[in-house]
């Protein structure tokens, strides 16, 4: 009876009843074996990955990558970009070929539960949205009756336009290519009016590559939420766990003022949540996952917390120059909340 009153109080508190191992994760030990994380990225997508002319990439899904290669392996460096268009990111995570995708990639069901493939964060709230030329004189989606618009297949931005325009009664003549470049150039070029994609992206495409960014502009409708996350193999929950726990140290991190540069001195702060987060005193939530006590320190000393992330390469000083909008912390009016590491 005492016995079972201690196991329900226990369980209760959340603590673990018997130590629960570690639960071997078959990914990680080949990323370990290999020395390094095989990260699937947009092949060029400036602000959240691309490859600079010395060869290195920067971005931010490919900072979620450097922080999945710090907790994992002590090193941010230890990555191998594969860079993937649209229709190849399934494909390449299903065959092994990489070992988690970050690549401006929307959760879905059928992508969650039909493709052998899993979600768990959402990194970046987005929706889709349309980019026309200012001499278009358009001011709204509803003004698009009949035009020509460029969309990338294998995309949800596809399924998206045609549940709009027939939401809406309307036509339009998709402009349709498997290759991105293809579908700026042929905006570029005047052979769609308008280009579609999810909004972040067409900040992106607007900054990057038109000749003048100003004489373009965004529709003010959002037509669909594209949470866009990591994404890893089905079948090694351990692993994907791991993935999506970095996401949250970083809005824990955040929420907490801990940032890459304040964070050695936060080690010595005694504020249990602070402690937690930094595997401080007894505290070792990296055990469980594969790693070590230090994984979140090292994926805030190496790469940052989110704001700092969202700031380096999305924000007001970046080309996108894009608000925290829905991407705000929960504390401040947005969608960013992270379960408790406790
Ligand atoms: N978030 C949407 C769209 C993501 C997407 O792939 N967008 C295209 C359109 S700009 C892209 O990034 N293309 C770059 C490429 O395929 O290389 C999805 O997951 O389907």
Same mark, same amino acid.
Request: proline residues 4%.
């Given at each position: 009876m005492v016995k079972r009153r201690l196991l329900g109080l226990s369980l209760c508190m959340g603590l673990a009843v018997a130590a629960s191992p570690a639960f071997a994760s078959k990914t990680l030990e080949a990323i370990k074996a290999k020395g390094e994380l095989s990260c699937g990225v947009n092949a060029g997508l400036g602000g959240f990955g691309i490859a600079g002319s010395d060869g290195k990439w920067t971005g931010f899904d490919v900072d979620y990558c450097r922080a999945v290669a710090a907790a +994992?392996?002590?090193? +941010?460096?230890k990555v191998r970009y594969v860079p993937l268009n649209a229709a190849q990111r399934f494909t390449a995570l299903q065959s092994g070929e990489i070992d988690m995708l970050a690549r401006n990639t929307t959760w879905t069901m059928s992508r969650d539960t039909q493709l052998g493939t899993t979600f768990g964060a959402t990194n970046f709230y987005d929706g889709q949205g349309f980019l026309v030329p200012k001499s278009l004189k358009v001011k709204s989606a509803k003004q698009l009756k009949g035009a020509t618009i460029c969309v990338q297949s294998g995309t949800t931005t596809e399924k998206n336009l045609a549940d709009y325009f027939k939401a809406n009664k309307m036509t339009y003549k998709p402009v349709v290519s498997e290759d991105n470049k293809v579908v700026v150039a042929a905006y570029n070029e005047g052979r769609c009016k308008v280009l579609t994609s999810d909004a972040s992206q067409l900040a992106a495409i607007r900054a990057n590559d038109t000749k003048k960014p100003d004489d373009h502009i965004i529709l003010p409708e959002i037509i669909s939420k594209e949470p866009l996350g990591p994404v890893t193999r089905q079948g090694d929950e351990s692993w994907s766990k791991l993935v999506t726990w970095v996401h949250f140290a970083m809005i824990t991190a955040e929420e907490l003022g801990i940032n890459s540069a304040n964070v050695d001195q936060k080690k010595?702060?005694?504020?249990p949540e602070v402690q937690r987060l930094l595997g401080q005193? !007894?505290?070792?939530?990296g055990k469980a996952i594969g790693t070590d006590s230090q994984w979140a320190y090292r994926v805030i000393k190496q790469v940052g917390n989110y704001g700092e992330v969202f700031e380096r390469h999305l924000? &007001? !000083?970046?080309?996108? &120059? @894009?608000?925290?909008?829905? !991407? +705000? @912390?929960w504390t401040n009016g947005g969608l960013q909340y992270a379960p408790p590491i406790r």
């Amino acid at each position: 009876m005492v016995k079972r009153r201690l196991l329900g109080l226990s369980l209760c508190m959340g603590l673990a009843v018997a130590a629960s191992p570690a639960f071997a994760s078959k990914t990680l030990e080949a990323i370990k074996a290999k020395g390094e994380l095989s990260c699937g990225v947009n092949a060029g997508l400036g602000g959240f990955g691309i490859a600079g002319s010395d060869g290195k990439w920067t971005g931010f899904d490919v900072d979620y990558c450097r922080a999945v290669a710090a907790a +994992a392996l002590g090193d +941010a460096n230890k990555v191998r970009y594969v860079p993937l268009n649209a229709a190849q990111r399934f494909t390449a995570l299903q065959s092994g070929e990489i070992d988690m995708l970050a690549r401006n990639t929307t959760w879905t069901m059928s992508r969650d539960t039909q493709l052998g493939t899993t979600f768990g964060a959402t990194n970046f709230y987005d929706g889709q949205g349309f980019l026309v030329p200012k001499s278009l004189k358009v001011k709204s989606a509803k003004q698009l009756k009949g035009a020509t618009i460029c969309v990338q297949s294998g995309t949800t931005t596809e399924k998206n336009l045609a549940d709009y325009f027939k939401a809406n009664k309307m036509t339009y003549k998709p402009v349709v290519s498997e290759d991105n470049k293809v579908v700026v150039a042929a905006y570029n070029e005047g052979r769609c009016k308008v280009l579609t994609s999810d909004a972040s992206q067409l900040a992106a495409i607007r900054a990057n590559d038109t000749k003048k960014p100003d004489d373009h502009i965004i529709l003010p409708e959002i037509i669909s939420k594209e949470p866009l996350g990591p994404v890893t193999r089905q079948g090694d929950e351990s692993w994907s766990k791991l993935v999506t726990w970095v996401h949250f140290a970083m809005i824990t991190a955040e929420e907490l003022g801990i940032n890459s540069a304040n964070v050695d001195q936060k080690k010595s702060d005694t504020t249990p949540e602070v402690q937690r987060l930094l595997g401080q005193g !007894n505290n070792d939530f990296g055990k469980a996952i594969g790693t070590d006590s230090q994984w979140a320190y090292r994926v805030i000393k190496q790469v940052g917390n989110y704001g700092e992330v969202f700031e380096r390469h999305l924000g &007001k !000083n970046t080309p996108l &120059k @894009l608000d925290r909008g829905q !991407n +705000a @912390l929960w504390t401040n009016g947005g969608l960013q909340y992270a379960p408790p590491i406790r």
